[in-house]
């Protein structure tokens, strides 16, 4: 048995409460919210905090809102919940396929989507979906609360720019047009438990005339931030969705890929197939559009 | 620190330091070793428990985090000596050859059974994507997870005719 090394568990039950804990204790302290990458962290020793603060129990974090012509999602809603949420599931399901590709069962039923996000890893599988809605965050301290965009607290690899004392309290994003049609493709090295090498989160919305009318394209686990690919995105902008153009858009990712992340061993492979991950995820989201409804193929379902 | 749960029905009260996992405190104070230590890092599935209705890795929650909650143990499935149709659907199956992974296997599938009574073969592999087996291999199991559902079906709507 792997022992923990020592620290008090502290379980605020409100937001209030965690704010008072923070302003005070912020330094020694590890928010758990979830469990599935802390735990793991301190086993290896990774991390020595003097209090664990468990915010799974603060109701007004894990809730699932629908507000008007926007989406708002708690901070401790867990991978099951939203790839099981019908209401995530009709207006965004390519966030409830990407939910349901983390882990396993088990890892989908105590890992959350705060804990996804603020763990900072390039290959978090919330995090492309969430950008490509060019999603906000709305942090929280006992100094107040402030808004910013998913992509701005991210300034490299397993970081992010909250302060000790601040923490995420939900992630909000503008609902899409009912013409949209989404999809979350990914590439591990087994389908269960792999963390992603490749993956890719697209939106397409379709014009009446069946022109592309807006396109947002954002990659996953391939660049040292997560951002949408502009110049791909408007290499789509009034075609008509086709294999052409979804191959250029296809090459163009690739290439930024290479021009970000630089060349690697794994390129030669890796170009390649993000170049045909992207045309397929272009693909199956302009097949939704057309359709206007969706089916998740091979939709998990959660224990 | 104190904590305070239920486990298979049953109120516990243990006093004992917070950096301690579930599976530690089930295995070690309580004596419930039927819920395996694997890998310790959430991969195996070997330490699967049921908390408050969901499938969860024991060696990844604090016992802090099961203060409160209802933990359901592998030792809990049978009722006496009348095993659990997936139990006996296991055994009748061969799905089990070590037995290391299959506490893990029947907690992962009671959990997909309890909430989905009739699963397709796509759900029954997804639920059990997170056990890893090296013996028996899976398809066994998931012949004894089909056959155990039919079964659980028939007597259910038994009941319901009554």
């Given at each position: 048995?792997?022992?923990?090394?020592?620290?008090?568990?502290?379980?605020?039950?409100?937001?209030?409460?965690?704010?008072?804990?923070?302003?005070?204790?912020?330094?020694?302290?590890?928010?758990?919210?979830?469990?599935?990458?802390?735990?793991?962290?301190?086993?290896?020793?990774?991390?020595?905090?003097?209090?664990?603060?468990?915010?799974?129990?603060?109701?007004?974090?894990?809730?699932?809102?629908?507000?008007?012509?926007?989406?708002?999602?708690?901070?401790?809603?867990?991978?099951?919940?939203?790839?099981?949420?019908?209401?995530?599931?009709?207006?965004?399901?390519?966030?409830?396929?990407?939910?349901?590709?983390?882990?396993?069962?088990?890892?989908?039923?105590?890992?959350?989507?705060?804990?996804?996000?603020?763990?900072?890893?390039?290959?978090?599988?919330?995090?492309?979906?969430?950008?490509?809605?060019?999603?906000?965050?709305?942090?929280?301290?006992?100094?107040?609360?402030?808004?910013?965009?998913?992509?701005?607290?991210?300034?490299?690899?397993?970081?992010?720019?909250?302060?000790?004392?601040?923490?995420?309290?939900?992630?909000?994003?503008?609902?899409?047009?009912?013409?949209?049609?989404?999809?979350?493709?990914?590439?591990?090295?087994?389908?269960?438990?792999?963390?992603?090498?490749?993956?890719?989160?697209?939106?397409?919305?379709?014009?009446?005339?069946?022109?592309?009318?807006?396109?947002?394209?954002?990659?996953?686990?391939?660049?040292?931030?997560?951002?949408?690919?502009?110049?791909?995105?408007?290499?789509?902008?009034?075609?008509?969705?086709?294999?052409?153009?979804?191959?250029?858009?296809?090459?163009?990712?690739?290439?930024?890929?290479?021009?970000r992340s630089g060349?690697?061993?794994?390129?030669p492979y890796k170009?390649?197939?993000?170049?045909?991950?992207?045309?397929?995820?272009?693909?199956?989201?302009?097949?939704?559009?057309?359709?206007?409804?969706?089916?998740?193929?091979?939709?998990?379902?959660?224990? | 620190?104190?904590?305070?749960?239920?486990?298979?029905?049953?109120?516990?009260?243990?006093?004992?330091?917070?950096?301690?996992?579930?599976?530690?405190?089930?295995?070690?104070?309580?004596?419930?070793?039927?819920?395996?230590?694997?890998?310790?890092?959430?991969?195996?599935?070997?330490?699967?428990?049921?908390?408050?209705?969901t499938a969860r890795?024991?060696?990844?929650?604090?016992?802090?985090?099961?203060?409160?909650?209802?933990?359901?143990?592998?030792?809990?499935?049978?009722?006496?000596?009348?095993?659990?149709?997936?139990?006996?659907?296991?055994?009748?199956?061969?799905?089990?050859?070590?037995?290391?992974?299959?506490?893990?296997?029947?907690?992962?599938?009671?959990?997909?059974?309890?909430?989905?009574?009739?699963?397709?073969?796509?759900?029954?592999?997804?639920?059990?994507?997170?056990?890893?087996?090296?013996?028996?291999?899976?398809?066994?199991?998931?012949?004894?997870?089909?056959?155990?559902?039919?079964?659980?079906?028939?007597?259910?709507?038994?009941?319901?005719?009554?």
């Amino acid at each position: 048995m792997k022992y923990l090394p020592k620290f008090e568990y502290i379980a605020p039950s409100s937001v209030n409460e965690l704010c008072k804990f923070l302003q005070y204790h912020a330094d020694e302290t590890r928010i758990l919210a979830g469990g599935t990458d802390l735990l793991i962290n301190l086993k290896k020793g990774e991390v020595t905090p003097k209090y664990v603060v468990d915010i799974t129990r603060i109701r007004e974090l894990s809730s699932i809102r629908d507000e008007q012509n926007r989406i708002s999602i708690g901070a401790t809603a867990t991978h099951t919940e939203l790839s099981e949420s019908a209401f995530v599931l009709s207006e965004v399901p390519f966030l409830a396929e990407a939910a349901a590709s983390i882990g396993s069962a088990q890892i989908r039923n105590s890992g959350t989507i705060g804990g996804n996000v603020i763990n900072a890893s390039p290959a978090g599988d919330t995090i492309p979906p969430l950008v490509a809605l060019d999603a906000t965050v709305r942090i929280v301290s006992h100094k107040g609360e402030r808004r910013a965009l998913l992509t701005e607290i991210f300034p490299g690899p397993y970081k992010t720019t909250l302060s000790s004392d601040e923490f995420l309290a939900d992630i909000t994003f503008t609902k899409l047009s009912p013409r949209a049609g989404t999809c979350f493709l990914k590439l591990g090295r087994r389908r269960a438990l792999a963390i992603s090498r490749i993956s890719i989160a697209v939106i397409l919305v379709a014009g009446g005339d069946g022109r592309i009318q807006e396109a947002r394209i954002c990659p996953g686990a391939v660049l040292p931030a997560a951002s949408r690919i502009v110049k791909a995105e408007e290499a789509l902008l009034g075609a008509y969705p086709s294999a052409e153009v979804f191959q250029e858009a296809g090459r163009i990712v690739a290439g930024e890929m290479v021009a970000r992340s630089g060349r690697r061993s794994s390129t030669p492979y890796k170009e390649p197939v993000v170049n045909n991950l992207v045309q397929h995820a272009l693909s199956i989201a302009a097949e939704r559009c057309r359709k206007g409804e969706v089916q998740i193929p091979g939709k998990r379902q959660g224990l | 620190m104190k904590f305070r749960f239920q486990v298979n029905g049953k109120d516990f009260e243990i006093e004992t330091d917070p950096n301690r996992t579930l599976l530690d405190v089930l295995r070690t104070d309580l004596g419930l070793t039927g819920t395996k230590y694997g890998c310790g890092v959430g991969q195996c599935g070997a330490c699967t428990v049921i908390v408050d209705g969901t499938a969860r890795c024991s060696c990844l929650i604090l016992i802090g985090q099961a203060q409160g909650r209802q933990v359901e143990t592998v030792e809990g499935l049978s009722n006496g000596e009348e095993l659990h149709p997936l139990q006996d659907s296991f055994i009748e199956n061969h799905a089990l050859q070590c037995g290391y992974c299959t506490p893990g296997m029947l907690m992962s599938t009671k959990g997909l059974l309890d909430k989905n009574p009739s699963p397709s073969e796509e759900e029954i592999k997804v639920a059990i994507s997170g056990n890893l087996c090296r013996c028996t291999g899976y398809s066994q199991i998931i012949t004894a997870v089909k056959k155990a559902a039919k079964k659980m079906g028939k007597v259910k709507e038994e009941v319901e005719r009554r």
